[in-house]
């Protein structure tokens, strides 16, 4: 199994431009999360879904897009990229239950 | 809201000696569950050791054990016989027990592990 996968691994965009971050899991997993990471700061939750065709704001959800049309896929959208969405994202998943979220590898995303 | 706090930025230990490094939560909920997760220069994040809260014993894997107080709201993480491939930063999380809505994990700011050849 490859667990938690993201696609792509580093990006550099210009402010206003768009991107999809894409994240696919193969465990079955119901649950799915987006997270960001800051220099000095722990992840913080930015959009999750509880099922497929699911989505809900997390902490931190504004400037950002969601989808999950399919199970297995979580996308994380950026419609108008701004400076201050420089960050590395992390996606998750995670069973029912009290079961434990895995991580994918991350995303190192510059936004010029 | 759930918050978590690690007091220690950055530790120094020697190899094989023993380092703990500390993380307190708040939370008005009795059902949650507590985590480690080690994150070294590669960012992936690795899960080290959870606590089920309702669990009155604490968790150990191998080198890793906690010491998990539920009143004073407190989780440190002990590593013995510290390893150089210990080296990371460690992020304590909390995540509710309700289940089916916000369950993400909040995490901490981090602990900077170093350890001494």
């Known amino acids: 199994n490859a667990g938690v996968t993201q696609t792509p691994k580093f990006r550099v965009l210009k402010t206003g431009q768009s991107m999809t971050l894409l994240c696919a899991q193969d465990?079955?997993?119901?649950?799915m999360y987006w997270y960001r990471q800051d220099p000095g700061m722990g992840l913080r939750l930015i959009h999750y879904?509880?099922?497929?065709?699911?989505?809900a704001k997390g902490e931190v959800p504004d400037g950002y897009n969601v989808s999950r049309l399919k199970k297995q896929n979580f996308l994380l959208g950026l419609e108008s990229a701004a400076p201050s969405q420089t960050s590395v994202y992390f996606c998750?998943?995670?069973?029912?239950?009290?079961?434990?979220?895995?991580f994918g590898p991350g995303t190192r995303l510059t936004v010029l | 809201a759930q918050t978590v706090t690690q007091s220690q930025p950055e530790m120094s230990v020697q190899e094989a000696e023993t380092v703990t490094l500390s993380c307190t939560y708040d939370?008005?909920?009795?059902?949650?569950?507590l985590f480690w997760y080690k994150q070294p220069p590669s960012r992936q994040m690795i899960l080290v050791i959870r606590?089920?809260?309702?669990?009155?014993q604490n968790a150990t894997e191998n080198r890793f054990s906690v010491n998990f107080q539920k009143a004073a709201k407190s989780f440190s993480l002990k590593i013995s016989d510290s390893q150089l491939g210990d080296a990371a930063m460690y992020f304590c999380?909390?995540?509710?027990?309700?289940?089916?809505?916000?369950?993400?994990?909040?995490f901490g700011k981090g602990t900077h592990l170093i350890i001494q050849p």
């Open positions: 998750a998943s995670r069973g029912g239950g009290g079961a434990t979220q895995y």
């Open positions: 465990m079955n997993h119901e649950y």
């Open positions: 999380a909390y995540r509710s027990g309700r289940g089916g809505g916000a369950d993400g994990l909040t």
């Open positions: 939370t008005s909920e009795s059902d949650y569950y």
């Open positions: 879904s509880v099922g497929e065709g699911t989505t």
């Open positions: 606590q089920e809260a309702y669990k009155q």
